[in-house]
């Protein structure tokens, strides 16, 4: 079964980083590339950020480009969001997800909530 | 970017009823050389993270019951659920993979009347 688990979210202030981890198990790590969507409290999703399987794409929304970096770990299967000068814009459920074979994303992890506030 | 715009942003449906749910892109999503629509659906229910229900815009994925049918019609989608079921209540959101930035319509939440 594919499990996707994030971690490291929090209460955090504004203009300071926190790194978002995400475990995978159940399937191919580096077959695949891994994404991060986020979810501010009740409201949509918005996709943030993506690598490819060797890292050799990598894909930013605008609104976080420049301060958030999506990186992975093969050997470990560990996918990462270091998020820099966060601001309260940013305060949302991070939710961890595997591309699928055409481009839709499957399946999400359970999400890990980042709270900017002061 | 692509836009998604959704319609209704909600919609209350008996039970049993049919449940269409319509979303529309600001550009083509159709990849001519594969004759497909770049387009997903996903249901999300409360307290949960969304689940892929259909992608190509009308394939459905492994497990979701066939009451759940998408189609296309050139940048206008919809999803129908033939015959409303409680466990369908939940937020439904399409998504267009045709390129990035990957959006998100911004959502169609979907009651029992």
């Known amino acids: 079964e594919v499990q996707l688990v994030e971690s490291g979210g929090g209460l955090v202030q504004p203009g300071r980083s926190l790194r978002l981890s995400c475990a995978a198990s159940g399937f191919i790590f580096d077959d695949h590339a891994l994404h991060w969507v986020r979810q501010a409290p009740g409201k949509g999703l918005e996709w943030v950020s993506g690598?490819?399987?060797?890292?050799?794409?990598?894909h930013y929304a605008d609104s976080v480009k420049g301060r958030f970096t999506i990186s992975r770990d093969n050997a470990n299967n560990s996918l990462y969001l270091h998020m820099n000068s966060l601001t309260t814009e940013d305060t949302a459920l991070y939710y961890c997800?595997?591309?699928?074979?055409?481009?839709?994303?499957?399946?999400w992890g359970q999400g890990t909530l980042v709270t900017v506030s002061s | 970017d692509i836009v998604m715009t959704q319609s209704p942003d909600s919609l209350a449906v008996s039970l049993g009823e049919r449940a269409t749910i319509n979303c529309k892109s600001s550009q083509s999503v159709l990849f001519t050389s594969t004759k497909k629509n770049y387009l997903a659906w996903y249901q999300q229910k409360p307290g949960q993270p969304p689940k892929l229900l259909l992608y190509w815009a009308s394939t459905r994925d492994s497990g979701v019951p066939d009451r759940f049918t998408g189609s296309a019609s050139g940048t206008d989608f919809t999803l129908t659920i033939s015959s409303l079921q409680a466990e369908d209540v939940a937020v439904y959101y399409c998504q267009q993979y045709y390129s990035t930035p990957y959006t998100f319509g911004q959502g169609t939440k979907l009651e029992i009347k």
């Open positions: 690598i490819s399987w060797n890292s050799d794409f990598i």
């Open positions: 997800t595997k591309l699928g074979a055409g481009g839709w994303f499957d399946p």
